[in-house]
């Protein structure tokens, strides 16, 4: 019966977890719920407790060393380990953060755009419909082949890019298709699978940040081309 009673209460942190995240959490319960994957059908509250009483904050807890924190009690090499690679996921994941806001293609504008798409097209003979699904500042997040047809003609599928860029919680996506044997002169196919794609991501609360044609290293804009000014690029 103990033993059901505290897997019920693991559970509801869980839950707790789940719902609303570590912002309703104390120090000691983060700690307690973390040393949920290490200790098996005990108690971790207490470790807890033991954790912040021995170094006095939840920061301290993570930069302690592993011998340290074995000398308490409840604590073994285990959930030292766990501990440490908690706090060593943090400082990765700082990092990870600091470096796309670094590299990370930007996106902002139709020039970067069709710079971006230009080169991933090199070499291409059938038309390719590629999507970058981008986050609000307008990095990419993923970039991905959506369609591949014959030499005159590729399938522009709203929804598969719809549900590529919910996936990946996107807010916007920018789309290229190329004219590997033709000029980058958007068709009125092209026109009207824009306007499409634009109907079906504005109904989702997306962003269509551009459609770009590209052929022979030159690119189109379609949605520059639609506010009436000239989007290729010699």
């Known amino acids: ?12 942190v869980l839950e707790k977890f789940r719902r609303f995240g570590l912002d309703v959490f104390s120090d000691h319960e983060v700690l307690e719920l973390l040393l949920f994957f290490a200790i098996p059908r005990v108690d971790t509250n207490p470790t807890a407790h033991r954790l912040l009483a021995r170094f006095g904050s939840l920061h301290a807890v993570l930069e302690a060393p592993v011998e340290q924190l074995c000398e308490v009690q409840g604590i073994g090499p285990r959930s030292a380990d766990l501990l440490k690679l908690s ?16 590299h990370s ?11 971006y798409f230009v080169p991933q097209f090199a070499g291409e003979q059938d038309e390719v419909l590629l999507a970058a699904y981008l986050d609000g500042a ?17 399938p522009v599928d709203a929804y598969k ?17 190329n004219h590997p044997n033709g000029t980058a002169t958007p068709s009125e196919a092209d026109m009207l699978a824009t306007r499409r794609l634009e109907q079906t991501l504005t ?23 639609r506010t009436g000014q000239i989007g290729q690029r010699r």
């Open 1 to 12: 019966m103990a033993e059901q009673l505290h897997q019920n209460h693991r559970e509801r």
């Open 87 to 102: 706090f060593a996921m943090c400082a990765r994941y700082q990092q990870d953060v600091a470096k796309s806001e670094r």
């Open 105 to 115: 293609d930007k996106l902002n504008s139709y020039e970067k755009i069709g710079e």
């Open 138 to 154: 307008g990095r990419v997040i993923k970039c991905e082949e959506v369609a591949r047809g014959g030499h005159a003609h590729v």
């Open 161 to 177: 890019i719809a549900s590529g860029a919910l996936i990946c919680h996107a807010a916007g996506v920018a789309v290229a298709h």
């Open 203 to 225: 109904g989702l609360g997306l962003q269509l940040v551009d459609h770009c044609v590209v052929a022979r290293g030159k690119y189109v804009s379609i949605c520059k081309l």
